[in-house]
């Protein structure tokens, strides 16, 4: 099985972005900039970028052949499938695994999403066609997130003989290594301006 993840598209996009914006301008730095401004602004740009990765690139749900994996942004957690107790949204998605409770990070369901997928399917509902009359009994006013956390119940239910391994949550290097690179440049722009 090929894992499935899920996020936010727009974040994605947006750090995505973000990190072409932060290449050019850190060639720029490199080739036009003077000391110590140059410094200041290439850890500005870190400080920046290193945010820019653990809240916009590294959230994600991914559902795996054994469990479901959460990068939330400065944790990472693992929950095989017959762990999964109960999967529930509010403003956003969380999985119960006996005493511990994962708050997934993305994808989340704002009260504008709510409102707008509620107005849809008040819309549809009203439709004198039979076929969007049935869709928005069968979606009602539901978001992303709820389609997301039906996925992991589905999966949770239909794979429990085939997980692996135990539900644990860690620190996740990737992050506090991108926010240390991040503290490493303000010092040294602090020190040698």
């Known amino acids: ?26 060639w720029d730095l490199i080739a036009h900039g003077r000391m110590p401004s140059a410094l200041i ?9 290193a945010l820019v990765f ?17 990068r939330n942004v400065l944790r990472n957690a693992y929950i095989p499938w017959n762990g999964v107790d109960d999967v529930s949204v509010s403003d ?11 708050r997934c990070w993305t994808p989340q369901a704002t009260a504008r999403e709510r409102v707008k997928a509620a107005g849809r399917a008040a819309k549809a509902a009203k439709s ?3 076929a969007e009359r049935a869709a928005a009994e069968a979606l009602g006013a539901r978001t992303h997130a709820d389609w997301v ?11 429990r003989q085939s997980s692996s391994g135990e539900t644990r949550v860690t620190w996740s290097p990737s992050a506090l290594a991108a926010l240390a690179a991040a503290v490493a440049l303000v010092v040294a722009s602090v020190v040698l301006s």
């Open 1 to 26: 099985m090929k894992p499935q993840v899920y996020r936010s598209k727009g974040a994605w996009i947006f750090g995505w972005f973000w990190m072409l914006f932060a290449a050019w301008n850190v």
């Open 41 to 49: 602004a290439g850890a500005v740009l870190g400080v920046i970028t």
């Open 54 to 70: 653990v809240m916009a690139l590294r959230p994600a749900i991914v559902l795996e052949e054994g469990g479901v994996r959460v």
């Open 92 to 102: 956003a998605i969380v999985i119960e695994s006996g005493d511990t409770k994962v």
């Open 128 to 130: 004198a066609d039979k």
């Open 149 to 159: 956390a039906d996925q992991l119940t589905e999966m949770s239910r239909s794979r």
